[in-house]
């Protein structure tokens, strides 16, 4: 295959997976599932220090830790993005904000405050987040997506740390998914 017929056929494939505009198509994870197959990019990831590492990975259900963001500052602007396919009906994404490993790498690393949440179905709204490490479901109304977009848009700071960490973001899929494995 000739370099340009190469070229071409990448761009096809990441317009493929990636939507229009997505500014989260940098650094990803991918991860078969019961309901779905999803892909959780973000921008950037702080680089691991020691055994601790903070990419996508460490969002999904079972990752341990959590994402960092990796530019300078607090990390506004900075966005997580989960890919599912087949497209599946979700009601709510699954969000724990912070590193809550400890209370004292919790309170150490920003958390998110205010973020601007977007479907590939159209929705979008802002949404303040309470600061706590406890897992919380951030509700939408009930739609067929095929991705959801997370972009912090503020935060509460770190007592030691400029990074902002979130422990968990992905799809609520026993949410619906339960309900279809009932019908059949």
């Known amino acids: ?13 990441a317009v493929a997976i990636h939507p229009a505009g ?5 650094i990803c994870h991918d991860q078969g599932g019961q309901y779905a197959d999803t892909r959780t990019c973000v921008t950037s990831v702080l680089p691991s220090q020691g055994r601790n590492s903070y990419g996508p990975d460490r969002m999904a259900g079972a990752g ?6 990796g530019v300078p500052g607090s ?8 890919h599912q396919q087949p497209e599946q009906t979700i009601g709510s994404m699954v969000f724990v904000n912070g ?9 150490a690393n920003g958390r998110v405050k205010q973020a601007r949440i977007e479907t ?20 939408m109304p009930p739609s067929n997506v095929s991705w959801v977009r997370l972009t912090i848009i503020d935060v509460y700071p770190g007592d030691r740390h400029t990074d902002t960490c979130i422990g968990k973001f992905y799809f609520n899929h026993e949410e619906f998914g339960a309900l279809e494995e009932e019908r059949q």
Do not use: H, N, P
């Open 1 to 13: 295959m000739s370099g340009r017929a190469l070229a071409i056929a990448i761009g096809f494939a």
């Open 22 to 26: 997505s500014a989260a198509a940098g």
């Open 64 to 69: 341990e830790g959590a994402w960092c963001e």
């Open 75 to 82: 990390g506004i602007g900075q966005s997580v993005i989960v």
């Open 99 to 107: 590193y809550a490993k400890t209370a004292q790498t919790y309170r």
């Open 120 to 139: 590939s179905g159209g929705y979008a709204r802002t949404v303040t987040l309470k600061d706590t490490g406890e897992m919380v479901a951030i509700k």
